[in-house]
């Protein structure tokens, strides 16, 4: 089956962004219908804030950025720091006007234990709204295997990613226009996520915020017990970091927080914290590929029809 990128509205960069890249600030678009600002940051500045937001606690954080970033979101796979973050927005706003709503990618390939949470969480946090996005044109693993076959994160894992994440996460920031995430992402998580900034712009123009990212598993936990926190039975089973079945792993003590995720390859992240460039030159590779082959295949036809 041949996979195209999605095409997705981008958010219009104003021409003196694009210039000199030396400005901050909040951006109308140029429309009549009411809609929320852009938001854009220059490289100074970004500096500046990370300084800033790095001395704050996690609440203060948060507080900082429903005050300042319009049309936010939080991001979420029900793991332990998402549902910190979860926790601390519903007693920031308890009864206020402004709700965070979260987006869950489900890929179709969670644990059991982990849709069993999402129910849980729905109990616990009912004025939280959850968007839930999963593969296109996929109610099931069954669907998405009759397309794409099955135990793809075997045979393509780059498009494995594009399709049960990338995609539906593309598509998600574009139908509920999200101009800044929140994420679950810690320094004490390992890999790349070891000098991770207080917050990002991603190649996308994409703000993304990491509220506990000095914090340890550790003080995640605790955080956890003294509130009473749902979290995923797995965890109780040696899990830590927790994504698809077919590609986590319990740990063994001393070993990193997400050494269980894709054990014995070197990948570390699942793809929507990857460039969005990545899976874009990736599928038109394989379109190129796709076409290199229909070519040789219309010619060895031609060569076969000249031997009769």
Known sequence: MTVTPTEYPQRPIPERSMSQGEESGYDSPGSTTPCSPEVYFSSPHLKHLNEQLQTLEPEEILKWCMISLPNLYQTTAFGLTGLVTLDMLSRIN???????????????????????????????????????????????????????????WDTND???????????????????????????????????????????????????????????????????????????????????????????????????????????????????HNRRSKYAEYLLQEEQKKKEEAIADALRKVESQRAI
């Open 158 to 272: 780059d498009l494995y990613d594009y399709l049960a994440k990338v995609e539906p996460a593309q598509r998600a920031y574009a139908e509920l226009s999200v101009k800044a995430v929140l994420t679950g992402r810690r320094k004490s998580q390992g890999g790349k996520r070891g000098d991770l900034d207080i917050i990002e712009v991603d190649d996308a123009g994409l703000i993304k915020v990491n509220p506990l990212a000095n914090w340890t598993f550790q003080q995640v936990r605790e955080y956890v017990t003294r509130h009473n926190v749902p979290y995923n039975s797995l965890l109780d089973m040696g899990y830590k970091s927790i994504g698809d079945w077919h590609s986590t792993s319990p740990i063994a003590e001393g070993e990193d927080e997400r050494s269980g995720r894709w054990k014995g390859t070197n990948k570390t992240e699942c793809g929507i």
């Open 94 to 152: 308890a009864g206020g006007p402004r709700q965070i709503d979260l987006i869950f990618l489900d890929t179709l390939y969670h644990f059991d234990e982990t849709l069993e949470l999402v129910d849980k969480v729905r109990g616990r946090y009912p004025n939280t709204k959850l968007h839930i996005y999963k593969p296109d044109g996929c109610a099931n693993a069954r669907d998405f295997e009759s397309i794409h076959g099955d135990n793809l």
